[in-house]
């Protein structure tokens, strides 16, 4: 399709009541988050790339970038490996069957 890009975004650690942060998850996990919470994000701050791919014209000229605070980063060598890919999929797949089912 002309005038589509695809790219990935890393939003990092974010701030959030998705995973646990402010839920009821017990005390020990509670801790956890409390001690995380100064390394991590606010929901804003972790949608900063995305909302760059989508509206710079810096990042209009990116296709197929994984992007980390604005900038293209390589991605770890497992999201590089093509029998990983295929049995992802392949899992992918099965669950979905299952869930339609």
Known sequence: MEGTTANCFEPGMVRTRFGGFGSDQGLLLNVVYA???????????????????????????????????????KPRKQALDSKLAAGLWEVSE???SHATA
């Open 35 to 73: 001690l995380a919470k100064p390394f991590s994000s606010t929901p804003e701050e972790g949608a900063d790339s995305l909302r760059w791919l989508a509206t710079s014209p810096e990042a209009a000229s990116l296709q197929g970038e994984y992007v980390s605070k604005r900038r293209p980063v």
């Open 94 to 96: 099965k669950l979905c």
